[in-house]
């Protein structure tokens, strides 16, 4: 099962809060799972309602508490884990990291090539934001790689430090050259530690341990973004896990009062409203002058409906799991997100 998940989204699809919320449904029974952020918004400290992150793994919330559902993508459980009876079970630690590119390549030069305090010293003129800047593809390769090493890293006993890895990726748009960019690297640097790493990178993107799971919204725009993020992805050979429809709302009317809507049904609108005791049906009543506005608002409806069933088809059709969440009317707070991750854990492994 995927132990790196990639969230990656059109703008404004909520794909930080799906990774969020994600990050939570995986930490349960105990386990550990360190959601990353690599574009520098702080959009992660925001949700969790606390302060900025800096460039270390820090312990930001704690998991739901299960009730015997299996966690997603976690296999079997290791030796460590908690009795597997029935009950509630303890909710695991989800820990956060934002990367800073910067300190990643001085992660890097130190890594590979001992630089220590040379690589400070380079810090300190300029040299390494300057690396940054020009070269957009390194910055791309320090932060997957940086994130790949958490994925790969083990404690002193040999077991993985971290269940599960979330990253909230760059938009749809750019997700599968941000991804592939240890592919490019590789191929231009034929040895050395650099060609190594990315070598190493990219089998951890084109293993089944990871997969990228795209979030959406039921509008033309982010589906269609969605289908072509999906091509893009598989011509990589990059892992497809699911798609997340995000912010779903209810059908407030069922098929038959649809159809009365699409109708323009006036005879039987003012009947209704007239037995509900809103005016008499006869013509100039209030029931009459209720009906326009009415029929315009459950047009309206109607028509999102059946354009949000279209699109559900087309997304469907691309042949991946789909899970759903809806919209929270009050907007997305830390109790709005554990909402979101125990209902993304009632929908099944991810």
């Known amino acids: 099962m995927s132990r790196l998940h990639v969230v990656s989204g059109k703008g404004g699809t909520g794909k930080t809060t799906v990774a969020a919320a994600l990050a939570l449904a995986l930490a349960t029974e105990g386990r550990r799972t360190l959601l990353v952020e690599v574009e520098g918004r702080q959009g992660i400290a925001q949700l969790f309602e606390t302060e900025a992150l800096p460039y270390e793994e820090r312990k930001i919330a704690v998991g739901p508490a299960s009730e015997g559902a299996a966690p997603w993508g976690s296999g079997a459980p290791s030796a460590g884990d908690p009795a597997r009876g029935g009950g509630r079970r303890a909710g695991g630690e989800v820990h956060a990291l934002a990367i800073d590119a910067e300190r990643a390549l001085l992660d890097y030069l ?62 749809t748009g750019r997700i599968t050259r941000f991804l592939n960019v240890n592919d ?44 072509d993020g999906v091509e893009e992805l598989r011509a990589a050979g990059i892992p497809v896990g699911g798609i997340v429809i995000n912010m779903t709302r209810p059908a407030l009317l069922d098929n038959g009062d649809l159809d009365i809507a699409a109708r323009d ?60 969440l809806e919209l929270l009317p009050e907007g997305v707070d830390l109790a709005g997100l554990y909402h979101l991750a125990r209902d993304l854990r009632k929908q099944g492994p991810i």
């Open 110 to 171: 130190q890594m590979f090539y001992k630089l220590g305090s040379a690589g400070r010293a380079l810090k300190k003129l300029g040299a390494i934001d300057f690396a940054t800047t020009i070269a957009p593809g390194l910055r791309d390769v320090l932060l997957t790689g940086k994130a790949c090493e958490a994925v790969r890293r083990k404690d002193k006993n040999g077991k993985f430090v971290y269940d599960a890895v979330v990253m909230d990726a760059p938009p």
């Open 265 to 324: 049904a006036r005879g039987g609108v003012a009947k209704a409203l007239s037995q509900a005791g809103l005016g008499g049906a006869r013509r100039g009543g209030l029931a009459e002058r209720l009906i326009d506005p009415l029929l315009e608002q459950a047009r309206e409806h109607a028509e999102r409906v059946e354009l949000e069933r279209a699109e559900h088809a087309e997304l469907t059709a691309l042949g991946l799991p789909t899970y759903e």
């Open 184 to 227: 490019e690297v590789a191929g231009l640097a034929k040895i050395g530690p650099i060609h190594n790493q990315a070598q190493a990178v990219m089998r951890v993107l084109k293993s089944p341990e990871t997969a990228v799971h795209l979030v959406t919204l039921l509008e033309e725009m982010p589906v269609q973004e969605t289908a």
